[in-house]
């Protein structure tokens, strides 16, 4: 049983580039969800998804796309990255509302 | 404790000592809380979590305490050891997502 795993670890992407951000879980969860972490900003949540088949945009949603693409899968993907994107980015799944969140170990994006 | 702003809150406490964070949380409608943990590197960990309807929670060594009145969450750590040095942060959930403070960063003097 892994949880939630993401991939890659690191990045390094240049200004206009583009990437996936993969993320997948085994612990038959319903929503899946991407945050974003910033130096003093704490976790933001870029997007949700509550079930498979549905998104949401969360509260920095600018600059990403989300694909869930089974129950197990969901990933995010810059279109054309800005050096405003670089920072630690996290999967997380749950079960459902009002149950505890998983969190994968993270990508470090850096983009020049 | 936790606040919206630039700069992490830090908490320094002598190992064997009890370790208190606070978090005050912004929406009324949030009716489950979860603390978590994050060491450096790694993706933030669960710890405890409360319901609304609960005003006191008891882990191993940790006890989470809920004030719904002023909006209060706190996070007690019993017994603190150098494992315990970390960022912790605490999350409420009024809906289908999860908000996040900003951390409070616990140092264990040994």
């Known amino acids: 049983n892994a949880g939630v795993t993401q991939t890659p670890k690191f990045q390094v992407l240049k200004t206009g580039q583009s990437m996936t951000l993969q993320c997948a879980q085994d612990m038959n969860h319903n929503s899946m969800y991407w945050y974003r972490q910033d130096p003093g900003m704490g976790l933001r949540l870029i997007y949700y998804?509550?079930?498979?088949?549905?998104?949401d945009k969360g509260e920095v949603p600018n600059g990403y796309n989300v694909s869930r693409l089974n129950k197990r899968e969901f990933s995010l993907r810059l279109e054309s990255a800005a050096p405003s994107q670089t920072s630690v980015y996290f999967c997380a799944s749950t079960i459902g509302q009002n149950e505890k969140l998983f969190f994968g170990s993270g990508t470090q994006l850096s983009v020049l | 404790g936790e606040s919206v702003g630039l700069h992490l809150p830090t908490l320094s406490v002598q190992e064997g000592d009890n370790s208190i964070i606070n978090c005050a949380y912004s929406?009324?409608?949030?009716?489950?809380f979860i603390w978590y943990k994050q060491e450096s590197g790694k993706g933030p960990q669960f710890i405890i979590d409360i319901r609304s309807n609960m005003d006191k929670r008891q882990g191993q060594r940790v006890t989470v305490l809920l004030n719904k009145t002023v909006k209060h969450l706190s996070l007690q750590i019993a017994a603190t050891q150098p494992g315990d040095s970390a960022v912790y942060f605490c999350a409420e959930n009024p809906s289908n997502q999860f908000y996040f403070g900003t951390g409070t960063s616990l140092t264990v003097i040994p």
């Open positions: 998804s509550a079930s498979e088949g549905t998104t």
């Open positions: 929406n009324s409608a949030s009716d489950y």
